[in-house]
């Protein structure tokens, strides 16, 4: 394994005795509990015996000749993987033995489905006080839309982000990646987070945290929700540029595209004097961000055709060269092979029994004194099943009845 980093007490992390029950799927709850894994806690993730986690067949691509998917390799490291039927009474019942002494548990089904089937947290509270209870879901556990469906493209719809997202007269595209699934799965590491600092400092007791993706997007808007409620005109999509800086964007060179970031007052004139155009230094039209924002077709003019010229090379070695913040806009070939990247541990790999070696993104999170580490490669389907029972008090026989009744 490459990165792996422990503290010299034998600490896996700053989250090190923390037990995590993950009864999520998918990426919103799988990310989140990837986190907590990272940082040091035991994260059992519990997984239908019918396929498991529904991105195991999320594919292609997958590792090689192995079959597993790379989507769910991407997000289920640090954790140990217990085959349970939920649908079952038996099934649940063994569910509410490893919530007894659970720290944490993270669930991302239906809103109501956990309270049918009695697992909720007030279900589980009275047996285990200290439990921090989360759940995840698509518009959060009131409202008018508590039950409707809920994914990543729509939640960047409904909240507002492809309205902002694509050029000015192209349609609206998603982001790249499940940002509305992502940023739901770092709302809920902060919350558990604050969850168990106000447990250790308060009372001991734990309490139920509501997370939604679509509260994540809305509040994601930050300063263009800002502008809007300043001004009352909804933003529209500028493509790369920024609503109240300039130049802030991508321009096309002769063999890509470079991002230029003028965002203060002493860049503009740096930037001038990089590409040979001081006389645009005190042309009153641009002189201060304000005037260019307010003149920024004619600026966006000047420059495309000022810039087009340049290769990404020449461009950037000028721009560095007279500090001014830049980058060409990378590929994932290009950005995995940087030497930052490597110097801060941001590509790692794991060994896995079928797959071999699985390469990932690291964690970046840094502490100096308690790492967070790779500790476990994602866990094949029901891999650790007897051994978690086991530490539960179930015998072999015990698991072996389960087995047969199609429990586990």
């Known amino acids: 394994m490459v990165g792996e980093a422990e503290h010299p ?158 050029v000015e007269d192209g349609p609206p595209v998603r982001v790249g990646v499940a940002i509305a699934d992502i940023g739901a799965g770092m709302y809920c590491t902060q919350a558990i987070l604050a969850a168990l600092f106000a447990r250790e400092f308060g009372d001991g007791t734990g309490q139920k945290i509501d997370v939604s993706l679509f509260d994540g997007q809305v509040a994601w808007m930050t300063y263009m929700a800002s502008n809007y409620f300043a001004t009352g005109n909804p933003p529209g999509r500028m493509g790369s540029k920024h609503p109240t800086i300039a130049p802030y964007q991508a321009f096309a060179v002769q063999d890509g595209y470079v991002v230029v970031a003028v965002s203060s007052e002493n860049m503009w004139p740096r930037f001038c004097r990089a590409i040979d155009r001081e006389n645009l230094v005190d042309d009153e039209r641009f002189h201060v961000n304000s005037t260019r924002v307010e003149n920024r077709e004619t600026l966006d003019a000047l420059l495309d055709e000022e810039l087009a010229d340049y290769t990404t090379d020449e461009l950037m070695a000028r721009l560095d060269e007279a500090g001014v913040p830049a980058s060409p806009v990378q590929s994932l070939d290009a950005v995995f092979d940087r030497e930052q990247v490597r110097a801060r541990g941001m590509r790692q790999s794991v060994d896995h029994p079928t797959a071999g070696e699985v390469e990932m993104p690291g964690s970046p999170m840094f502490f100096s004194e308690t790492p967070a580490t790779i500790r476990r490669h994602p866990p094949l389907l029901g891999e650790h099943t007897e051994e978690v029972l086991a530490e539960y008090g179930y015998t072999e026989a015990d698991i072996e009845r389960l087995r047969d009744a199609d429990i586990v």
């Open 9 to 166: 007490s034998g600490e896996t992390g700053p989250l090190d005795g923390v037990t995590v029950l993950d009864a999520s799927r998918v990426l919103a709850g799988p990310f989140c509990t990837m986190q907590l894994g990272d940082l040091g806690a035991d994260v059992i993730k519990i997984e239908r015996r019918d396929g498991g986690d529904q991105t195991r067949g999320w594919h292609p691509p997958t590792y090689g000749e192995s079959g597993e998917s790379a989507y769910y390799l991407s997000i289920n490291r640090n954790k140990r993987s217990v085959t349970l039927n939920l649908a079952s009474d038996e099934g649940r019942a063994v569910f509410r033995d490893l919530a007894s002494e659970a720290d944490v548990l993270v669930e991302n089904f239906r809103v109501g489905k956990m309270a049918e089937w009695g697992l909720d947290y007030e279900d589980l509270r009275d047996e285990n006080p200290g439990l921090v209870y989360c759940g995840l879901s698509g518009y959060g556990e009131w409202g008018p839309d508590r039950d409707r469906p809920a994914y990543d493209i729509v939640m960047q719809a409904e909240a507002g982000m492809m309205s902002i997202t694509g």
